[in-house]
């Protein structure tokens, strides 16, 4: 298992810090979560802020920059909303600008727990941005609407949707999705069914799947097993763990 992980330098896309609700988290830092992606030979993590989550977006994201920027195994991940030009977010433009300026190659949401809809009419103007440069959308599975995923998937087909910590029976779904949409993708972190991953690889192959811990909530140790112990080629195991996400980040347009 570590030659694997060794080898492919993973990248770990479900990571957050910062101090949560009624959580007892491992960690609430940047230099915590880069101490701890060592211990697992976890070579990066696309983290984003419970602070900008929870309490107020505009501040949580700047101080995920200011610490992630300290260290070289950390990807900054801005939660986003479509409420831009207000006090949360500033307008297009300048939010354009900021991405560029930080060249940043994944943004998360939160639709319903920020109570907005996720769709062409309420978020049209951020949807337009992120299609525009190719900018990976990481969003939790409840947070996610599943009947209007199939629509606004196909509106902005340059937007990369990387659907997080789908778990139980959530397959019937999945299957779907996959199957007739080539923008959405899933992390790993959630796949305790039976041969879920090896099923999946099989039908749809192992370039829609990308290795997630859900730290600090989760231990990153079973989903590292399960990734590393699958029934499934090495080549595939490699691509999981690392080599989805370097293709996807290395497709944003910023240049």
Known sequence: ??????????????????????????????????????????????????????????????????????????????????????SELPPAGELVKMLRRRRISAVKAYPMKGRYFLDKFYAG???????????????????????????????????????????????????????????????TSRFADYKILEETVRLFGSERLFFGSGMPCYNPGPPITLVCLADIPDKDKKSILSGNWERLEGGVKWD
């Open 125 to 187: 103007k951020l949807l337009e941005i992120l299609d525009e440069f190719r900018i990976p959308l990481l969003m939790d599975w409840d947070q996610v609407d599943k009947s209007s995923l199939p629509e606004v998937t196909a509106e902005f087909p340059g937007i990369p949707f990387i659907l997080l910590s789908a778990g139980f029976l959530e397959s019937r779904t999945m299957y779907p999705l996959l199957e007739k949409r080539e923008n959405i993708f899933f992390d």
């Open 1 to 86: 298992m570590k030659n694997i992980i060794l080898e492919s330098g993973t990248v770990d896309v479900n990571c957050m810090i910062g101090r949560g609700i009624n959580v007892s988290y491992k960690f609430e830092t940047a230099q915590d979560l880069s101490k701890y992606l060592e211990k697992y030979h976890i070579s990066k993590a696309v983290v984003s802020s419970l602070m900008a989550l929870n309490w107020n977006l505009k501040d949580g994201n700047e101080r995920l920059f200011d610490e992630t920027g300290k260290f070289k195994n950390l990807i900054p991940c801005p939660v986003l909303s479509p409420h831009l030009g207000t």
